[in-house]
């Protein structure tokens, strides 16, 4: 079964908690705190793998989780970074944010993309000795790992898309001009999953070819498999419109253009304005009187027309040129740029939760991972910057929420890798 959609849960690793370690050796007085930071949690990330074709693997297995890093040791040994967890998806594959639909990479080429960051290691306690503090009896934990739902759409990289109505060549076609062997058969959706074909110009010159298959009225609102195949014709830079222009089974080629034509505008703003070249098939099953009717028709709307008997190749040669010329002319194939994410909403009580830990006079304020996207923009160097951050501890409640712990004026306040001295 075709899968070119799946929907999945991510959960990069945590860091590993700092260590709480004293030296102690013979004959050494007062060795001093040496525990150890945490190691790095692993990052997910998504790589293009051409061996795969669908997404059919993410029905079977919906959460990916990586390793968390370990706890840091005593003699100030760092504990061990986790391996990475890397995801392999077809090439063309979309990761978007499933809660806001925002596109976080295209996986489009060989280049891996990291899409959730694994958390940092927590301090260990070597790093909280002070003059007035010689025996730090506390760590930090590790940072948590980026965690979130993952939508994945898969969206065929080819340059020329085959579009038109079940049972008009479009097999057929691909079959001839380039090495695909889709499955040809004189009944309607012989053709369930995207095709693609390599059409060789000569040494150094080639385009791929995909056979979308057949579409039906209703397709541009989900009618059949409508978005499914329809996703795939996005990226084309040209379209090939396929017609059976004998009209073998009781259809109006130009109706059937038509109605192909206002499913793709309901579908996309874009698809639309996308070249097309309008293929006439069987014309060996028309007389010569509706092949120049149709010529005209579609000429005159700009359209370059061609009639083939794509069963014999006929034909093929002159429009699979023309298909060339006119892919030079074009941009390449369309990729998806990466959306920054949106700022973080909170005045959602649901979105600022957080615990105050008290340990040794110090105000830990954790278990608040929506911050750290807040503390990687600020610029301890910026005034105005700082006065940001202030702003969002007090519109959280955690300005309150020390002061009710008891946080006096000095006092040592930690926010995850962040430490300053509380000032009322």
């Keep these: 079964m075709f899968v070119d959609s799946a929907k999945i849960h991510i959960k990069a690793g945590d860091g590993g908690d700092g260590a709480v370690s004293f030296h102690r050796e013979k004959y050494v007085a007062a060795g001093g705190p040496d525990g150890g930071d945490g190691g790095h949690g692993g990052n997910i990330l998504f790589r293009a793998d051409s061996n795969l074709s669908t997404l059919a693997d993410f029905r079977y297995k919906r959460k990916y989780a990586a390793a968390a890093g370990e706890r840091g040791g005593a003699g100030r040994c760092t504990g061990k970074s986790a391996p990475d967890l890397v995801i392999s998806v077809p090439i063309g594959t979309l990761v978007k944010d499933a809660e806001t639909g925002r596109v976080i990479a295209d996986i489009s080429d060989s280049q891996p993309v990291v899409v959730a960051r694994g958390g940092n290691g927590g301090w260990g306690n070597q790093h909280f000795a002070t003059p007035t503090r ?171 027309f061609f009639p083939i008997m794509a069963a014999i190749a006929e034909g093929t040669d002159a429009l699979i040129d023309c298909v060339a010329a006119e892919l030079a002319k074009l941009p390449p194939i369309k990729r998806y740029e990466a959306e920054p994410k949106p700022p973080e909403d909170f005045t959602d009580p649901k979105k600022r939760t957080f615990n105050i830990r008290v340990c040794d006079g110090v105000y830990f304020v954790e278990d608040c991972p929506w911050i750290m996207d807040i503390m990687n923009t600020v610029d301890p160097e910026d005034y105005e910057s700082l006065q940001y951050f202030e702003r969002v501890l007090r519109t959280t409640g955690i300005i309150d929420a020390l002061i009710k712990a008891g946080v006096s004026e000095g006092d040592t306040v930690s926010v995850y890798d962040v430490e300053f001295d509380f000032v009322l």
């Design 134 to 304: 010689q025996v730090p009896r506390f760590a930090k934990k590790g940072n948590p790992g980026e965690e979130l739902d993952i939508q994945l759409e898969l969206k065929l990289l080819a340059d020329v898309g085959l579009i038109g109505f079940p049972n008009v060549g479009k097999s057929t076609l691909v079959s001839v001009v380039s090495e695909a062997k889709p499955k040809i058969a004189n009944y309607h959706f012989t053709t369930l999953t995207p095709v693609l074909g390599v059409v060789r110009m000569g040494e150094g010159s080639s385009f791929v070819m995909a056979d979308i298959p057949g579409l039906i009225e209703g397709a541009g609102e989900g009618v059949g498999l409508g978005h499914e195949f329809l996703r795939h014709v996005e990226r084309c830079r040209l379209l090939l419109h396929v017609l059976d222009i004998s009209g073998s089974e009781g259809r109006d080629p130009i109706e059937d253009f038509e109605t192909i034509n206002r499913e793709l505008a309901v579908f996309s703003d874009e698809l639309p304005l996308r070249p097309q070249i309008v293929v006439g098939n069987k014309c060996d099953l028309a007389d010569e009187e509706q092949v120049e009717r149709l010529r005209r028709y579609f000429e005159e709307r700009g359209y370059r």
